[in-house]
């Protein structure tokens, strides 16, 4: 492993234990050469990619890193920690993996975010409903912050968000 201090690739594991529930390694390490420590992450990697398919029928492999934008977009300054977010990516990727063999829908992506989103926050959920569904006025706004109002936090399979029409 390459020192991300001194770029020397001479070190020496100091420490090893199970990470993310399982799903990853974490290993301590120190640079044998200027003897400052640094972690790293062992995590399996999918040999076969997942794709996903846009609205427009582009298709691109799906990048957590793109969840996670749109989770910390909508998350903006609410009081949802770090851990919690990357815990939804994770939950997101797994199950898309498990359901889908080589294509998803970026529609599919979206409603297994607001989904995750609505069970933790209303207006984290608001703010990505307002980004990724496609309101046409005011109304159509205020109509999804109605329905949150009106429907209990914890059903968030309930949502009108993404509902195909």
Do not use: W
């Amino acid at each position: 492993m390459i020192c991300p201090f001194c770029k020397a690739d001479d070190d020496s594991v100091i420490d090893s234990r199970e990470a993310d529930g399982g799903t990853a390694v974490r290993r301590r390490r120190e640079c044998n050469q200027c003897k400052r420590r640094f972690t790293t992450y062992e995590r399996f990697e999918r040999a076969d990619k997942l794709t996903v398919v846009k609205r427009d029928g582009t298709r691109v492999p799906f990048n957590p890193d793109n969840v996670m934008r749109g989770i910390l977009a909508a998350c903006g300054k609410r009081p949802i920690s770090s851990e919690k977010k990357a815990q939804i990516v994770r939950e997101i990727e797994d199950s898309l993996n498990r359901e889908f063999e080589r294509e998803v829908a970026s529609v599919e992506v979206g409603r297994r975010v607001a989904a995750k989103l609505r069970a933790i926050d209303d207006i984290a959920y608001i703010r990505f409903a307002s980004e990724h569904e496609d309101f046409r006025t005011i109304e159509d706004l205020a109509a999804e912050v109605k329905d949150v109002q009106e429907s209990p936090r914890d059903l968030p399979e309930q949502t009108r968000l993404f509902d195909e029409e």
